[in-house]
Structure formats: structure tokens, C-alpha cells
């Protein structure tokens, strides 16, 4: 059964600082991945996702994310956070034939003002 | 509606209690998914449907635990018999497409079991 580890639970940063969340999975195959953000009392929200192609993926609000096969990772990047930033970010996997997500545990990340 | 909705969004039950969770997905999204979440937990796969079908079952973690989505829309989650280790949020989400490229979650419903 494939899994996903999220490294850090609590992520503390002021603002401006650079950010990067670690998301390493575990499946041989074919893998789709994705970044999904809760923002405090809203919705799980997607972020950015990587089918194929450019193993660097863009999502909304200057995010990206790299993946690297070698590694079985799908770490999350942002040069410059904001406060508004503040939320838990949870990354996700779907092997290449099944339809739901296995989600990690999640990093909640804070950004001082 | 504009979003994913579910209802109620906070339920408290004393152990032993039915409970039924509801979601109303996306107008015309073919995909229905539910996962629970415990605290401090990633959503964990339950069930999901295409259309009124219920496709995978799989992470139900017993009979007490049904789900349905009689006309293709609207879906109900069942709990009998509720237990204290019930107690998670449960998430829904719709997808416009079977493979799921993209999720829409709902605010979720949020149950506690006394």
C-alpha cells in the first residue's frame, strides 16, 4: 500500500522567509501528486498538482513544487511567504489506476507578522 | 450550489446513536468522495462513488459504516451504532471527472461521540 510522510508537523517562519515542506511517498509506479491547503476555518483547497511533464509544477500564490523520482519526493517551495500563508498543508498521491488520495499527516505552518 | 456542501457541520451523539452525515456535491460533478480525518491525521479514504455507483468501499473500517448516493448527487454517510473512536471530521469531495485530477473538498462535518 502506498503512503505519504510529512516530515515537519509544525513549521514556524516570519515573514519573507523561504519555505520548503517535505513530502516523500512510497509507491514503485506510476504517481500522481498533489499539495492541498486548509487556510484557517476554510475548505481543503488544491494547490498544485503534477500528472507529467515539467517535474517543476507552479501553483496559485507563488508556490511550486519539484518532483523528484529518485527520490520519491514532492517537496513544496515559496520563496517569500506571507502571513496570510498561515494554514496546514497536506501532501497527496494517487497511483496511476486508482481514484482516491492517501494524504500525510500535514504541516501546520505558521507565519509571524 | 457554488461549492461542495455538507451537513451537519457539528454533530455531537452519545455513543450507541445512528448518525447520518449528507453532501451535496457540485452541480454535474460525477465523482463522490468521502474521508475521514482524525485529529492531527491526513483524510483518510473511505468510500466513493461515480454516478449513484459505489465504486470502492474498501476503506470502510466496518459494517457499522454505509454510504449511499441514491440518484447520483446528494450522498449520506451512515453511522450505526456510533463508538467514541467515531470521532473525526468527515470530508466530502466531488470531482468532474472519474480520474480525479482535481477534488473539491466541502467544509466537512465535524462529529464527536460521547
Known amino acids: 500500500a502506498q503512503s505519504v510522510s510529512q516530515h515537519n508537523h509544525h513549521v514556524i517562519l516570519s515573514e519573507a522567509a523561504s519555505l520548503e515542506l517535505g513530502c516523500n511517498y512510497s509507491y514503485g509506479g506510476t504517481v500522481n501528486l498533489f499539495w492541498y491547503v486548509q487556510y484557517p476555518g476554510q475548505h481543503l483547497q488544491l494547490l498544485l498538482k503534477y500528472f507529467s511533464g515539467d517535474p517543476l509544477v507552479k501553483g496559485i500564490k507563488g508556490f511550486e513544487a519539484e518532483f523528484i523520482k529518485s527520490k520519491f519526493s514532492f517537496n513544496l517551495r515559496k520563496p517569500s511567504v506571507q502571513w496570510s500563508d498561515t494554514a496546514e498543508y497536506f501532501c497527496a498521491v494517487k497511483s496511476g489506476s486508482a481514484r482516491q488520495l492517501t494524504f500525510g499527516s500535514g504541516t501546520q505552518l505558521t507565519v509571524l507578522p | 450550489g457554488a461549492g461542495v456542501s455538507q451537513s451537519p457541520r457539528y454533530k455531537v451523539t452519545k455513543r450507541g446513536q445512528d448518525v447520518a452525515l449528507r453532501c451535496d456535491p457540485i452541480s454535474g460533478h460525477v465523482s463522490l468522495y468521502w474521508y475521514r480525518q482524525a485529529l492531527g491525521q491526513g483524510p483518510e479514504f473511505l468510500t466513493y462513488f461515480n454516478y449513484e455507483a459505489q465504486q470502492d468501499k474498501s476503506g470502510l473500517p466496518n459494517d457499522r459504516f454505509s454510504a449511499e448516493r441514491p440518484e447520483g448527487s446528494i450522498s449520506t454517510l451512515t453511522i450505526q451504532r456510533t463508538e467514541q473512536r467515531d470521532s473525526a471530521m468527515y470530508r466530502c469531495?466531488?470531482?468532474?471527472?472519474?480520474?480525479?485530477?482535481?477534488?473539491?473538498f466541502g467544509e466537512g462535518s465535524r462529529l464527536t461521540v460521547l
Open positions: 469531495a466531488s470531482s468532474s471527472d472519474p480520474s480525479a485530477r482535481e477534488l473539491f
